[in-house]
């Protein structure tokens, strides 16, 4: 099992929609989780962290974290066109080593 | 201004010639880790540091090294460079010792290995 799993594919939403970004891990004893945006080509920006279950807000995004059922989500409301990147899921692993385990990002990709 | 800072950006280079990139974070920050980036394989962890004098390996260490004598540097050598190191490096570096703060990101550098 992936140590964090992010769903396949580009993901198309209409300029003003919410984009739905999920993130699953396998770290029971993960603690803190991060959303970070990357351009092409960029490096990852931070959005988002979140340590308690529930939801945070920041603006336009919110981070909604369910450690039960070991997930982490991120929702881009009112989506522009500079909201096209990629985002990453990231969390804090202790498989050996105190470190942060990427997934592999979604792609969002906002129609205006 | 708060940033971290990689040199250099973009290096091509030949097998086995030793290169050093260089990271530098003006923010006092105690952890810093060197990333790779691989299309298809996204972000993986090569060595991390939660103080100075203190490196351990990350998921893909073979091949680099470290060190951590001040507080602000974290060079990353590759004492005999092969193809498959040619990858886009991002440095990192976060407040305290451990990654449960944000980690803030270098500009990456990209490096080729012919």
């Known amino acids: 099992q992936k140590e964090v799993e992010q769903n396949s594919g580009p993901l198309s939403v209409p300029e003003g929609a919410i984009a739905s970004l999920n993130c699953t891990y396998s770290?029971?004893?993960?603690?803190?989780f991060f959303w970070y945006r990357q351009y092409s080509g960029k490096s990852p920006e931070l959005i988002m962290f979140?340590?308690?279950?529930g939801d945070k807000e920041d603006g336009r995004f919110t981070a909604q974290l369910n450690k039960a059922s070991q997930y982490v989500s991120l929702l881009i409301r009112d989506s522009q066109p500079s909201d096209s990147a990629t985002y990453l899921c990231?969390?804090?692993?202790?498989?050996?080593?105190?470190?942060?385990?990427f997934g592999k990002g979604n792609q969002v990709v906002v129609i205006p | 201004e708060a940033q971290v800072t990689q040199n250099p950006r973009y290096l091509i280079t030949v097998t086995g010639k030793k290169l050093t990139v260089t990271c530098s974070q003006n923010?006092?920050?105690?952890?810093m880790s060197w990333y790779r980036q691989d299309p298809g394989l996204g972000l993986r962890q090569i060595y991390y540091?939660?103080?100075?004098?203190?490196?351990d390996k990350g998921d893909v260490p073979e091949g680099y090294k470290v060190s951590r004598k001040e507080k602000r540097n974290f060079p990353l050598i590759l004492e005999s460079p092969s193809p498959n190191q040619t990858s886009l490096y991002f440095c990192?570096?976060?407040?305290?010792?451990?990654?449960?703060?944000?980690?803030?990101f270098g500009d990456g550098t990209r490096l080729s290995i012919l």
């Open positions: 770290d029971q004893g993960s603690q803190s």
């Open positions: 990231a969390v804090t692993s202790y498989y050996g080593n105190n470190r942060l385990a």
């Open positions: 979140i340590y308690s279950n």
């Open positions: 923010m006092n920050h105690e952890y």
């Open positions: 990192a570096s976060s407040l305290e010792g451990d990654t449960n703060q944000p980690q803030h």
């Open positions: 540091s939660m103080n100075v004098e203190v490196t």
